[in-house]
Structures are given as structure tokens and as C-alpha cells.
């Protein structure tokens, strides 16, 4: 088995700088999501570690094997491409089949594993289908199959469970975390949803314009996000940030004052952003006045939007709240979980 | 009202060509079915038949189109094929090549026979070009009824030259409607260049093949100007007697025999390729 090494990857299209230098280590075995809004260059890196792109600077290896300069073919991965790729003009176990065929493995050989993967994603009663005799999922799955049957150590996920519907895509989800969990092949899964992310990664990169704003666990990114970015693209809703000062022992800003029981020295006089998710907010008796916009109701809990000064904080709080849009009301945030985020750069303050 | 509308559309955009090919081919089509099957006195006869299966040319002419046939379509495609590879690869400049390739498609039939006949002819180029080179003596007569094979030859890379760009440039407007995921995922799996023409490429591509064999099947069997060019009536093939008898013997309807005929064979061949190059229904489906 092999990890993934990319060092200080870089890559231009044209002028645009599509990866900006970027270096991760992925374990053996581990499941690594890359995390970010279209165009930060998490596709651009997946392609660069398959070989489909070629890095204009920077090295990545596989295993203990450089292959920067190989091409996909001699790279010993497996891929599963947005669009699938199932080539329309061969039966689902021709799909199934194809790289082993490639790799001129014996024919008998081929037809057992073909039926093993096959099994494995419940596509057995579809052998002798064309693709365009199947559903979007089980297209999908397919190229799951076709993947998995290749025993490559590495297996690439470009927003496999971007094509298909909401429903199908949470049953997607808990298959492919399954089956990881039974082949453990070294996995790189892209995706621009943070809920995929979240429930699929042993670990999470998220990317921002080329360059990686965070890597770890995904409730250790959710707690401690990095930088405004992070918090804001993770977590739903995302986090709230109140811009303000410290002073005198309290955060205040356009129309609000949060008092701090811990003093901070170090934050003393700076322009800074309060970040605080909407389950570390309670509404209380006392705490900073906000007044109500809107209530959801979303079953198990509610999801109230208040404004505290000027800015929209969303709240989670019970179903039974009772609170009615246009009201007053008082926040209290949960100090303890309460992120400091520097106001120019957007960096997390260390505590 | 608006279903209606949407209803109607379609029809009112195909009119225009319906009415052109009406006009232009339909009527022009019936009108030679009348000439060949209807006597001079009236009534249905096959006697134009009998006596164009009965003239001396006609073993002869039928004999030449299927050669030539048979040489230039598989010969065309081959070459087109791979230079619609070659361009697909796009490698550096492959728009130039391109180009290269299209320029016959500018020049008429007729033209470019002629422009090689400058090529074969007792002084043309090619005579000249070898003689000056010290290769022969005496020019070589390529295009002199004794030499058969000769014409034939010169017939075959005058038509390849002319007419290979139609053949390019549907299969290279095929090659470019294929997904580019579809030769990644192969590359990735672990095909070479070959095998993924071989087991990808071609297979994807087989609307395309299938359209390019029609068109061009259908033009050889017309395959006239450039033989008429290259070797007058040293080499007589059935387009050519269609306009001989029209035109030099003022037989039309023997002519519209002809043509006839050339419908019959054409309409056989493009049934046989859709049967035997068509999509498996499994694979178009929704």
C-alpha cells in the first residue's frame, strides 16, 4: 500500500495561477478530501496527481515512487470521473472490466473480479446492460466498480455524487464511506460540499485560490477553523463573525458590546472578528440585545436569524423557542468556543 | 396556443430544405424513373434496360466503378481516419495542418481532374520531374489506353487527393464530439495510444465512420469529372455513360437508365450500412 506525497505543486493556466504552491502528505490508506468553492484548484490538483495535468513546478509521489513525470497509465491508479466516464459502447461488466483487460490480465481473472465488484455494488443483475439502460446512480456505481476492481493502491474522486439527487447522493455517501472502509485504499476525494466532506474525510484540505487554507480532521477544522474563510465555508449554517474592537473587557462593535470574562491583552485595541457557530448561541434573559428577522422551524430544532447591530447572526435554538419575528431578544455566546479572527487578513488569533 | 406554436415550428424550419431538395432532386428523381421505365410510344416497358445491359460499354463501365469503388472508399478512409487522428492529437500547429487537408475540398471535380491530368500527362509534371531527376529516358504514357493500371492509378490518387478532406472533416467533427473524459478514463485505466483507439476511440466514433462511408459511397458511385479528365472514354464507368448517352448521343432515356441504376445500387449500399455499422438499440436508449 502507498501514501501520497505532492510537494510544493505549482501549475499555470496561462496566466492564471491555478495551484500556488501547495504540499500535503496523505497516509496510507487514509481518506483526504479536498474541500473548496469552484475554481480553487481542487480539481486542477486531483488531475495533477493523475497525470491528466502536468505540474508546471513541484513533485508528487506515490508509494515511494516519483511520478511526476509519468504518464496516468504507469501512475497504479484508479479514478472515478464527475461525468463518470462509462463508455457508452460496452456492457456494464465491459465497464467493470476495462483496466483489467488494459493490464492484459487473464481472462479468466478478469470475468471473477469483474463479478466480485459487481457484487460489492449491487450491479449484478446489470452485467450485460448498456449505460444508457441504467439510472444516473447506477452509472455511478459503475465507475465505482471499474475502480475498485483495479486492486491500485490509489483511488481518485473527482465530485463523484455531484450528478446525481439528493436522495441518492445520501445513500451514495454512506456506500463509498462503507466500501473505504473495507478496501482502505489510499483515497483523494474532491468535492465542493462541506457536508460530503464532513461525514466522508478522515481528513480535509480545504483550498482557496490554489493554496490550501487549512488541512485536519473535519471536527477539528469545524472547531478551530483556520482563517474567516474556513469557518464560513464550513459548517451549515456557517459560522457568524461580528466585526469589532477590544475594549476596556469588551468585544463592541456597530451596535453591539459583548462583554469578555477573560481578559485578552493581546487583543487589546485591534480591529477584530468574533466567529461563533449558531449551536454555541443561546437566547436568554440577559446577554447582547439582538432583535429577530426570521424564524425556521426545521423539525428538530429552529433556526432563528437575528441582527445584532447591524449583522444577521443565525441562531440554533429549540423548536419551542417562542420567539416571534420583530421581538427583542438577548444573546449569549459560548465563550469558551468564541474564535478570534484577525479583521484584515481573515487569520484565526491564536488563544 | 403556445403548445401549437411549438408544434408548427419545427415543420416551418424544415420547409425551405424540403422545398430545395423537392425541386432540385425529387422531381428530377422521378422525372428519370418515367425516362427509363415508360416507353416512347407510352406504357411500361424494360426494353432501355435490356439495351443498356445489352451495349458494349456497360460490362466495362460497371466493372470500372466497382473497381474503383472498391480501391478509393477504403483507401480514403484509411487516410482519413489517421490524419483525423493525427489532427485530434492536437499537436503544435495541427490548425495548419488542417487547413492543408481542407484546400481540395475548394476545387470542382472537373478542376481538379484536369489538374492532374497537368500532373500524368506525355510533358506533365511527373514525367518532367523523373526525367530531369535522370530516373527515365522516355516519358512513361500513364494515361494511354494500353496501360490500364496506369490510369487506374492516376484516377485513384486524383480522387484520393480530392475528395479524402470531406471524409477528414466529418471524422474530425466526430472526434471532437466524443467527451475528452472518455480518452482520459482510458489513458488512466491503462491503455496505451493504440488500444485506446482500438478499444475507445474507434468504437465512439462509428456514427461518424458510418456517415463518412455513406457520403463517400454514394460520391464514388457518381465518380465521373475526374475520370473523364484523366482518360476520356479510355475508361468508361456508369456516371459516364449516363452523360455520354445524354449528352453525345441524345439518348435520354438511356441516360435516366443509367442514373436509375446508380439510385438502385446507391439506395442497396446505404441500407447495408446502417444495417451493419447502426447503433445497437441498447446503446442509444433515452
Redesign the interface.
Known amino acids: 500500500m502507498s501514501g501520497i506525497g505532492i510537494q510544493n505543486a505549482t501549475k499555470l493556466f496561462g496566466k492564471t495561477q491555478a495551484l500556488k504552491g501547495i504540499s500535503i502528505d496523505i497516509r496510507d490508506g487514509e481518506f483526504m478530501v479536498l474541500l473548496g468553492p469552484s475554481g480553487c484548484g481542487k480539481t486542477t490538483l486531483l488531475r495533477c496527481v493523475?497525470?491528466?495535468e502536468r505540474l508546471d513546478g513541484g513533485n508528487v509521489r506515490i508509494g515511494e515512487r516519483d511520478v511526476t513525470d509519468l504518464?496516468?497509465?504507469h501512475r497504479n491508479?484508479?479514478?472515478v470521473?464527475q461525468?463518470y466516464?462509462v463508455?457508452?459502447?460496452m456492457t456494464v461488466a465491459g465497464n467493470i472490466g476495462?483496466?483489467l483487460r488494459?493490464?492484459r490480465v487473464p481472462k479468466a481473472q478478469v470475468d471473477t473480479r469483474v463479478r466480485e465488484g459487481a457484487e460489492l455494488l449491487g450491479l449484478s443483475p446489470f452485467l450485460e446492460?448498456?449505460p444508457?439502460?441504467l439510472s444516473g446512480g447506477q452509472r455511478q456505481r459503475v465507475a465505482v466498480a471499474?475502480a475498485l476492481v483495479?486492486d491500485a493502491p490509489v483511488l481518485l474522486m473527482d465530485e463523484p455524487l455531484s450528478n446525481l439527487d439528493a436522495l441518492l447522493r445520501l445513500q451514495a455517501r454512506a456506500d463509498l464511506k462503507r466500501l473505504h472502509k473495507e478496501v482502505k485504499r489510499t483515497t483523494i476525494y474532491v468535492t465542493h460540499d462541506q457536508v460530503e466532506a464532513m461525514s466522508m474525510g478522515d481528513r480535509i484540505a480545504v483550498m482557496r485560490e490554489g493554496s490550501i487554507e487549512q488541512i485536519g480532521a473535519p471536527m477539528d477544522i469545524y472547531d478551530n477553523p483556520a482563517s474567516q474563510f474556513v469557518g464560513g465555508f464550513i459548517g451549515s449554517p456557517p459560522m457568524n463573525f461580528l466585526r469589532g474592537a477590544v475594549r476596556d473587557g469588551n468585544f463592541a462593535g456597530e451596535g453591539f458590546s459583548v462583554p469578555m470574562s477573560r481578559p485578552r491583552v493581546d487583543l487589546q485595541g485591534r480591529e477584530i472578528v468574533l466567529g461563533v457557530r449558531a449551536e454555541h448561541i443561546t437566547i436568554g434573559a440577559d446577554g447582547v440585545p439582538a432583535r429577530v428577522l426570521v424564524v425556521e422551524p426545521l423539525g428538530s430544532h429552529a433556526l432563528v436569524t437575528a441582527l445584532v447591530g447591524k449583522t444577521a447572526v443565525k441562531v440554533q435554538a429549540p423548536i419551542d423557542v417562542g420567539v416571534r419575528p420583530d421581538q427583542a431578544i438577548n444573546l449569549r455566546f459560548d465563550e469558551a468556543t468564541v474564535r478570534w479572527m484577525d479583521a484584515g487578513t481573515g487569520a484565526a488569533v491564536q488563544h | 396556443m403556445r403548445a401549437r406554436a411549438e408544434h408548427v415550428l419545427p415543420f416551418t424550419l424544415l420547409l425551405p430544405s424540403v422545398a430545395f431538395l423537392a425541386l432540385l432532386i425529387v422531381i428530377p428523381m422521378f422525372q428519370a424513373l418515367l425516362l427509363a421505365f415508360v416507353a416512347e410510344k407510352g406504357g411500361f416497358t424494360l426494353e432501355h434496360f435490356q439495351q443498356m445491359f445489352g451495349d458494349v460499354n456497360f460490362g466495362d463501365a460497371w466493372r470500372n466503378t466497382l473497381l474503383l469503388l472498391l480501391l478509393i472508399v477504403p483507401l480514403q478512409l484509411v487516410l482519413a481516419l489517421a490524419m483525423a487522428l493525427l489532427v485530434n492529437s492536437r499537436f503544435r500547429g495541427y490548425g495548419f495542418f488542417l487547413y492543408i487537408y481542407a484546400i481540395p475540398l475548394a476545387i470542382s471535380d472537373l478542376a481538379a481532374g484536369i489538374l492532374w491530368l497537368a500532373v500524368f500527362t506525355e510533358r506533365g509534371y511527373l514525367n518532367s520531374a523523373l526525367q530531369s531527376a535522370g530516373v527515365i529516358q522516355q516519358p512513361i504514357l500513364f494515361l494511354s489506353f494500353e496501360n490500364f493500371p496506369g490510369i487506374l492509378s492516376a484516377i485513384v490518387i486524383a480522387e484520393s487527393w480530392r475528395a479524402t478532406a470531406i471524409v477528414l472533416l466529418i471524422l474530425v467533427a466526430g472526434l471532437q464530439l466524443i467527451p475528452r473524459d472518455y480518452f482520459e478514463a482510458a489513458d488512466l485505466f491503462g491503455a496505451d495510444r493504440i488500444r485506446r483507439t482500438i478499444h475507445v476511440v474507434l468504437p465512439l466514433l462509428r456514427p461518424s465512420l458510418q456517415s463518412a462511408l455513406i457520403i463517400r459511397t454514394i460520391f464514388a458511385f457518381q465518380t465521373f469529372a475526374v475520370v473523364f479528365a484523366l482518360a476520356g472514354r479510355n475508361m468508361p464507368v456508369l456516371a459516364g455513360e449516363a452523360y455520354v448517352w445524354y449528352a453525345g448521343n441524345r439518348n435520354e432515356h438511356l441516360a435516366a437508365t443509367y442514373a436509375v441504376l446508380l439510385l438502385g445500387l446507391t439506395a442497396c449500399v446505404t441500407v447495408i450500412y446502417l444495417r451493419v455499422l447502426g447503433l445497437r438499440e441498447a446503446e442509444v436508449q433515452r
Do not use: E, T, V
Request: proline share 8%.
Open positions: 493523475a497525470g491528466l504518464a496516468p497509465r491508479i484508479a479514478m470521473f461525468s466516464a463508455f457508452p459502447h476495462f483496466g488494459m493490464h446492460r448498456y444508457a439502460q471499474r483495479m
